[in-house]
């Protein structure tokens, strides 16, 4: 039977996002799904489309998740004066989820989900802000429940 669990790699993706210090010192509690608020403040981040598929063995269903998440910064000043480059900020956004993310080990239904990332880049982005989009794979193994 096949068990995708998209639903609870998000959620618990996004809860350690949102506890995560080295996220919050950045965006602060604007971590959002892909569903993202009409023109959020920045920096954000937004959690970007999955791509599931199956992993069958002995006595186990699961599912494997390839995912993206998105941050956004624009330049950041202090006193008129420019602290930190658009791609600065998103450069150190990207790294900061990163951290938050690679090597997470959640609990879900039934089972667990490792995460580990995959890779990134880092693009320019509408009224000169930057995106960083950090790519990641879960790795869900949940016990066959019939």
Request: hydrophobic share 40%; charged share 20%; glycine share 10%.
């Amino acid at each position: 039977m096949a068990i995708d669990s998209t639903q609870a790699v998000r959620k618990a993706g996004m809860a350690q996002l949102r506890a995560a210090e080295v996220v919050t010192d950045i965006v602060g509690n604007r971590v959002y799904p892909q569903s993202a608020t009409k023109e959020p403040a920045w920096p954000f981040i937004k959690w970007g489309a999955p791509i599931v598929s199956p992993v069958k063995a002995s006595c186990l269903d699961g599912s494997q998740i390839d995912f993206a998440v998105h941050g956004f910064a624009k330049a950041r000043d202090e006193g008129g004066s420019v602290v930190e480059t658009a791609e600065d900020h998103a450069s150190r956004l990207g790294a900061a989820i990163a951290q938050a993310l690679d090597g997470l080990l959640a609990d879900i239904p039934n089972g667990t989900a490792s995460y580990r990332w995959t890779g990134a880049r880092l693009q320019e982005d509408e009224d000169g802000g930057f995106h960083t989009i950090q790519t990641f794979r879960a790795r869900c193994m949940t016990a066959r429940t019939g």
